[in-house]
């Protein structure tokens, strides 16, 4: 069964610091990741998406990795902002018609 | 470029009425895709179409769902008979390619249906 977890389920951090998020899946037959940005209310934005041959992906202060071996990937945020606050949606693509989706982590990043 | 479009916003709907979801997609986008969030939980796949045509409807619950895409208009999910369980936001996505091993889904911003 393949299945998509994150943690933490939330986290809090203090503006300017650097933080990592982590996602991992059960399956390592992957096509690709993405990692997306969900306001509250909102739909979701896509940040980064890193193919199964890549290693990382850059985008601004964005850094998201890729480990397929161990079903791992996380998502570095350096010097956070207030306008990070959000949920970070991490989700994986096996090729076929539907992505499957951790159930995120909702951050804080306190002025 | 407008983005995936999706109404009603907010939708509140009795017991036993029936809800309908509307979504365009991207321009030149022919591949949607309907999800699910529950409180609390993950995105959830229901079903993926492309125009005229259901290509996998695998996560799409046996009973009272419904949906489609017409050559022209929108793609529209129909719910008969909602239930509370009902009660969720329903996202829409669209691509513009076949299979999503090399291509982004790109999403609207959600249709919340709260069942009385």
């Known amino acids: 069964k393949q299945e998509v977890t994150q943690i933490p389920a939330a986290l809090s951090v203090p503006e300017g610091e650097n933080l990592v998020l982590n996602c991992s899946f059960t399956?390592?037959?992957?096509?690709?990741l993405q990692w997306f940005r969900q306001d509250p209310g909102k739909g979701l934005t896509s940040l980064l998406l890193?193919?199964?041959?890549?290693r990382e992906q850059t985008s601004g202060r964005l850094n998201a990795s890729l480990d397929k071996s161990s079903g791992r990937s996380t998502l570095y945020i350096a010097a956070s902002q207030p306008g990070d606050s959000a949920t970070y949606l991490c989700?994986?693509?096996?090729?076929?018609?539907?992505?499957?989706f951790g159930t995120g982590t909702r951050l804080t990043v306190i002025p | 470029n407008a983005g995936v479009m999706q109404n009603p916003r907010h939708l509140v709907r009795r017991r036993g009425q029936e809800a309908r979801l509307r979504c365009s997609p991207m321009?030149?986008?022919?591949?949607v895709y309907w999800y699910r969030q529950l409180p609390e939980e993950g995105l959830k796949f229901m079903v993926y179409?492309?125009?005229?045509?259901?290509?996998?409807e695998s996560g799409m619950p046996k009973e009272r769902f419904s949906a489609e895409f017409p050559k022209e208009g929108p793609s529209i999910l129909r719910i008969q008979q909602v239930v509370r369980g009902d009660s969720a936001a329903y996202f829409c996505?669209?691509?513009?390619?076949?299979?999503?091993?090399?291509?982004?889904?790109?999403f609207g911003e959600g249709s919340r249906l709260t069942v009385l």
């Open positions: 890193i193919q199964s041959s890549q």
């Open positions: 989700a994986v693509s096996y090729g076929a018609n539907n992505l499957f």
């Open positions: 179409l492309q125009k005229e045509n259901i290509i996998d």
């Open positions: 399956d390592s037959a992957i096509y690709n």
């Open positions: 321009k030149g986008h022919s591949h």
């Open positions: 996505a669209s691509s513009p390619r076949v299979s999503l091993g090399t291509g982004e889904l790109f």
